[in-house]
């Protein structure tokens, strides 16, 4: 049940830009999108919700496609302090037509951002 | 401060001692949840709890007790420490599902069993 992300890591230089994937063989209801800095907690960025409906930072951009199970991140013009590793946590969507109250997440996309 | 704590943030202890782990909020969210953090597995859920007196098991629940008095408190027990235990042990709360809402996550708990 655990998404896979790609790529496992990646590395750009300032200004590049770069696309994470989540990919899950379970339906989903929603796709989370956190980034955690080495030491720290996890930091929400962006939450899309089945419907097309998206909660989250303005500075950020990403897709949920509900038919093929799968959402990318899109970091543009990307600054040092994009560094960190990138989670999706995906929450499954039930035949009844709810969602399951806990998140399962990737293993994590490691980005590096360098002068 | 409002947030959400945990203590200790580091902990050192010796297998087969009984160690509990604190995670305090302040927003009165109903929704809390555990998570360990390893390297290779990312974060999974051990425990979640809807409201007080309301837990339930996540993916890797074996070995862990929680309890939920209180709404702002949420502490993990480990009965009998094993080495496989050794993490970083990361709470969040949440005020909707979690299929609908961010989680807020704790500055986390670096726990070593020797």
């Known amino acids: 049940q655990q998404p896979v992300q790609s790529p496992q890591a990646v590395i750009l230089r300032e200004g590049e830009d770069a696309v994470i994937n989540c990919s899950s063989s379970?339906?989903?209801?929603?796709v989370h999108w956190y980034r955690q800095k080495h030491g720290e907690a996890p930091v929400f960025l962006m939450i899309l919700l089945k419907g097309g409906e998206q909660k989250g930072h303005e500075k950020i951009s990403a897709s949920f496609n509900e038919k093929k199970q799968q959402s990318s991140l899109y970091l543009t013009a990307s600054q040092l302090s994009y560094s960190g590793t990138y989670f999706c946590?995906?929450?499954?969507?039930?035949?009844?037509?709810?969602?399951?109250?806990?998140?399962?997440f990737g293993t994590g996309t490691l980005l590096a951002v360098q002068p | 401060d409002a947030g959400i704590t945990q203590s200790p943030r580091y902990k050192i202890t010796e297998t087969g001692r009984q160690v509990t782990l604190m995670c305090h909020q302040t927003w009165s969210h109903s929704y809390m949840f555990w998570y360990r953090q390893d390297l290779g597995h990312g974060l999974r859920l051990i425990y979640y709890?809807?409201?007080?007196?309301?837990?339930d098991k996540g993916e890797v629940p074996d070995g862990y007790v929680v309890s939920r008095s209180k709404t702002e408190n949420f502490p993990l027990t480990l009965e009998s420490a094993t080495r496989s235990q050794t993490s970083v042990y990361f709470c969040?709360?949440?005020?909707?599902?979690?299929?609908?809402?961010?989680?807020?996550f704790g500055p986390g708990t670096r726990l070593l069993v020797l």
């Open positions: 379970k339906a989903l209801y929603s």
């Open positions: 709890s809807a409201a007080a007196d309301i837990t």
């Open positions: 969040a709360s949440s005020e909707l599902p979690s299929y609908q809402e961010t989680q807020y």
């Open positions: 946590g995906t929450a499954l969507d039930m035949n009844y037509g709810g969602a399951t109250n806990k998140l399962i």
